[in-house]
């Protein structure tokens, strides 16, 4: 294949859906209403954190954080997905291209490290309560979300600069709906041993590392729940971190079942569908697991719709 220097690359093709041209409507407007639907009820989560006092503690500062992530998640990939849809250009240029992979990393690494937060505020909130105003006060939660910010922005900007030293062969088409790392370097003529390194180093400390301590720390939470002697107070505990738990287990269960375990599907078939999930689904989803099973955000929201009532009078 032809080889040109990075320098010389001034666009890639985005193949976008493996979805027929007849339906490109559909799903435009499919996935329209789905972007929206996630921008407007994670704004609504961070509303009534916001606005509602009671919500002014720890899990919902973390939350804030992800519904704030959630939308940029989706903003990085989606709109430029929709435009393509739209005007059938399907061109992206170098610089946008890598700019949307440095982005689509960073928040990533951000969810991963939003949700081990999370779950060791659960930890420490069920396993040692009354020590828990106390561990959990407002400078460990500012440091834990910093450091959360620190860390994937070094990752992602770790796999950007790689990526910009290598060079590009003839063939610039991506076969996804934005530019993955993984599709941009199987186009590269480069040596790209460098890059394969980096990505399993930071698999482990981006994916594995904050999947295991979640792991720990519902352990952790497990084995105390059971010490409970009463009904009554394991629903209690259990609901207490229900949501997240479920907002986990769709995050990491996608990668399992999509990874880990082999399917019919095509290669690009099966990276396109885990990719939609990511970018698409969870962000989705996120606002009605923390609204329909909280009864904490429940709250909040009927109180905020009543003042607007009663403003509106």
């Given at each position: 294949?032809?080889?040109?220097?990075?320098?010389?690359?001034?666009?890639?093709?985005?193949?976008?859906?493996?979805?027929q041209p007849k339906q490109q409507?559909?799903?435009?407007?499919?996935?329209?209403?789905v972007y929206l639907t996630t921008v407007l009820g994670n704004l609504l989560i961070i509303l009534l954190i916001r606005l509602d006092p009671r919500l002014h503690t720890p899990m919902y500062f973390f939350l804030s954080h992800l519904a704030l992530t959630d939308i940029s998640f989706s903003t990085v990939t989606i709109p430029k997905m929709l435009i393509n849809m739209q005007t059938q250009d399907q061109s992206i240029p170098y610089a946008g291209c890598i700019t949307q992979m440095y982005f689509f990393l960073f928040f990533t690494g951000l969810d991963d490290f939003l949700l081990t937060s999370m779950a060791y505020d659960r930890y420490v909130?069920?396993?040692?309560?009354?020590?828990?105003?106390?561990?959990?006060?407002?400078g460990l939660c500012t440091l834990l979300v910093t450091v959360s910010w620190i860390l994937s922005c070094a990752n992602a900007l770790c796999h950007t600069l790689l990526l910009t030293r290598l060079s590009f062969c003839a063939d610039h088409t991506i076969p996804h709906f934005f530019c993955d790392l993984d599709a941009l370097l199987k186009l590269s003529c480069s040596d790209t041993s460098l890059n394969e390194l980096a990505i399993f180093t930071a698999g482990v400390a981006v994916i594995v590392l904050p999947f295991i301590?979640?792991?720990?720390?519902?352990?952790?939470?497990?084995?105390?729940?059971l010490k409970v002697p009463s009904t009554?107070?394991?629903?209690?505990?259990?609901?207490?971190?229900?949501?997240?738990?479920?907002?986990v287990s769709l995050y990491y269960g996608t990668i399992i079942g999509l990874y880990f375990f082999p399917s019919s599907n095509t290669?690009?078939?099966?990276?396109t569908i885990a990719s939609v999930m990511y970018t698409v689904v969870?962000?989705?989803?996120?606002?009605?697991?923390?609204?329909?099973?909280?009864?904490?955000?429940?709250?909040?929201?009927?109180?905020?719709l009543h003042r607007a009532k009663v403003l509106s009078q």
């Open positions: 294949m032809k080889r040109e220097n990075q320098s010389s690359v001034s666009k890639f093709l985005l193949l976008g859906l493996p979805i409507g559909v799903f435009f407007t499919l996935f329209l209403g909130a069920i396993c040692h309560p009354l020590h828990y105003s106390t561990i959990m006060g407002q301590c979640i792991l720990i720390s519902y352990g952790r939470i497990g084995t105390t729940i009554k107070g394991i629903c209690k505990a259990l609901s207490t971190c229900g949501s997240h738990l479920s907002v290669s690009r078939d099966k990276s969870t962000p989705l989803l996120n606002p009605f697991i923390y609204s329909l099973r909280n009864r904490d955000m429940k709250g909040a929201l009927e109180r905020l």
